[in-house]
T-cell receptor, first 119, second 112 residues
């Protein structure tokens, strides 16, 4: 049972607003990720973190920013939302390398997602 | 060209049918192969995983990997309406910090 939570589940907001999408996990995982999923498209990695105070941009360019001040918390922020930011945002976590079981270390646990609509 | 190709469907089958879902890939470095199931308005959940070539069975699900053909499959036996979901293949290379590449997902509907 995955213990990773995203809020809000749905967000409809006007252009120019600042928004923060919350993601928390209670599994003590070191690695956390943000993916963007659009209808008919693959999941694209937009941000990832390998631990506290570590953040990196993913493969898909995004105007969002992330922070990782606590192990369990990985929020995503858009300073000024635009209609092009309308998408499903999925947060995920994985245990990270223990040196004993590479695959289990990398198993991704996903939250239920935030569907963002910017008008 | 995409690294991972997957037919988006939709695929509709009657209850009890055997379902075959497939992906092809171009990156020969991929060694870990996964299938995720995603129900509507939910995040993906890991269903099956295999390392390198071969078969793996778990209940009604069988995952197959043919690295020589760069082709992976997921078979669902005795399909149930509760199997109706989108199935995403995913794969990654060796090493502890390899990114996961996902397919577009195949939408499956099992009709009672």
């Amino acid at each position: 049972e995955a213990d990773i939570y995203q809020t809000p589940r749905y967000l409809v907001i006007g252009t120019g607003k600042k928004i923060t999408l919350e993601c928390s996990q209670t599994m003590g995982h070191d690695k956390m990720y943000w993916y963007q999923q659009d209808p008919g498209m693959e999941l694209h990695l937009i941000h990832y973190s390998y631990g506290v105070n570590s953040t990196e941009k993913g493969d898909l360019s995004s105007e969002s920013t992330v922070s990782r001040i606590r192990t369990e918390h990985f929020p995503l922020t858009l300073e000024s939302a635009r209609p092009s930011h309308t998408s499903q945002y999925l947060c995920a976590s994985s245990r990270g390398p223990t040196g004993t079981d590479t695959f289990s270390d990398e198993k991704l646990f996903f939250g239920s997602g935030t569907q963002l609509s910017v008008l | 060209q995409k690294e991972v190709e997957q037919d988006p469907g939709p695929l509709s089958v009657p209850e009890g049918a055997i379902v075959s879902l497939n992906c092809t890939y171009s990156n020969s470095a991929f060694q870990y192969f996964m299938w995720y199931r995603q129900y509507s308005r939910k995040g993906p959940e890991l269903l099956m995983y295999t390392y390198s070539s071969g078969n793996k069975e778990d209940g009604r699900f069988t995952a197959q990997v043919d690295k020589s053909s760069k082709y992976i499959s997921l078979f669902i036996r005795d399909s149930q309406p509760s199997d109706s979901a989108t199935y995403l293949c995913a794969m990654r290379g060796p090493g502890g910090y390899q990114k996961v590449t996902f397919g577009i997902g195949t939408k499956l509907q099992v009709i009672p």
